[in-house]
């Protein structure tokens, strides 16, 4: 059996970088049933289905919102009308007002900050929504970093509490489940905690470079590369058989309970519940 081999490549970033969230992109069957299965949408997590409007697109998804990470899933066909691609995407991110411009300054070759924010309708108004980055030389990868604009977190914080706004994904989220009328810690959702990615050679080597360089511990054992961050691991496969390469295949999650039914299916994927308050959702 072969041993895991610490990689060492170019300096990394020293700005923590979190899993803010991340999308998948479904069959007509899955998202259907996921959307109308009624464990998902009364006790996993916060749930959200919602037609987003933003300055050049609009599009409706599917949320599952935990502590300080949340899931969001898209159907086939909406992503087709909308021109969306990439079967997955990431969304990395800071906690901290600036963190994405401190984070520039330290890796500038690396990645191309956009100074204008993505934008939101909230309250019939187009408010900044967060900021983004995206690594330089990533191609068919949809990878991206961001940091919520204060506009846009004090417009929700105001409905709910009139407490000091921060940026935290934390925060947002707690805040955004206000306005659902919703207590994320009511839900068994915790956090996601990892990711299971299968690419082809070059893209995973790319992705492992592009991750490494904003400060992830990364080993690699055969063809499996794990990339460690704050409170996330990122495992990417490397598939010899571009075929094989199917994108997000696995979901790990923390949980705060286990409920009675362990075992759920929705379409082609399955949620499974561990003990230890662990769980995947498999693809």
Do not use: C
Not at 2 to 16: C, D, F, G
Not at 106 to 129: A, H, V, Y
Not at 175 to 201: C, E, F, H, M, R
Not at 220 to 234: A, E, I, V
């Amino acid at each position: 059996m072969l041993a895991m081999s610490i990689q060492k490549r170019k300096p990394a970033s020293t700005e923590p970088i979190y899993l803010n969230h991340f999308y998948m992109v479904l069959d007509s069957a899955t998202f259907k049933a996921i959307a109308s299965d009624e464990f998902l949408q009364k006790q996993f997590a916060v749930p959200e289905q919602r037609t987003t409007v933003r300055k050049d697109i609009t599009y409706m998804a599917l949320y599952f919102y935990g502590a300080n990470t949340y899931i969001e899933f898209m159907e086939a066909s909406q992503a087709k009308q909308i021109g969306l691609g990439a079967p997955f995407g990431i969304a990395l991110g800071v906690d901290e007002a600036g963190g994405l411009q401190a984070l520039e300054k330290q890796i500038p070759t690396e990645i191309d900050l956009n100074p204008e924010p993505r934008t939101r309708l909230f309250d019939d108004k187009q408010l900044g929504w967060f900021f983004i980055a995206r690594p330089k030389n990533l191609p068919y990868i949809n990878l991206w970093l961001m940091e919520w604009h204060p506009e846009y977190l004090t417009a929700i914080k105001s409905k709910v509490s009139p407490q000091e706004t921060t940026v935290s994904r934390k925060q947002f989220i707690e805040s955004y489940s206000g306005v659902l009328g919703k207590n994320p810690q009511k839900a068994y959702l915790q956090d996601v905690i990892g990711l299971t990615i299968s690419l082809d050679k070059t893209r995973a080597a790319r992705l492992v470079d592009v991750v490494q360089l904003l400060g992830y511990r990364t080993s690699t054992k055969s063809n499996t590369t794990l990339l460690q961050g704050p409170d996330f691991t990122m495992t990417v496969v490397a598939e010899a058989d571009s075929t094989k390469a199917r994108g997000i295949q696995q979901i790990n999650m923390r949980t705060r309970a286990t409920p009675t039914k362990t075992v759920h299916h929705f379409g082609t994927s399955t949620l499974r519940f561990e003990r230890n308050n662990l769980a995947t959702w498999s693809f």
